[in-house]
């Protein structure tokens, strides 16, 4: 796999581990909320998007 120029790859230790190893065992995920957020807020502007669209035509 190739990485791009500057990632170091660390250790994943403490609480975020432990995240993770919940995860795994219960068939979950881990999601970063910022992610989360951000995804949320395009979804709700492309909706916005076709509404205005849909009303214009």
Do not use: C, F, W
């Not at 120029?5 to 230790?13: D, K, N, P, W």
């Amino acid at each position: 796999m190739d990485y791009p120029l500057g990632t170091v790859s660390q250790r994943v230790t403490g609480d975020e581990a432990r995240k993770i190893a919940h995860a795994i065992m219960s068939g979950g995920y881990v999601a970063n909320e910022t992610a989360i957020a951000l995804s949320k807020k395009i979804a709700e502007r492309r909706r916005q998007k076709q509404a205005a669209n849909g009303s214009q035509q």
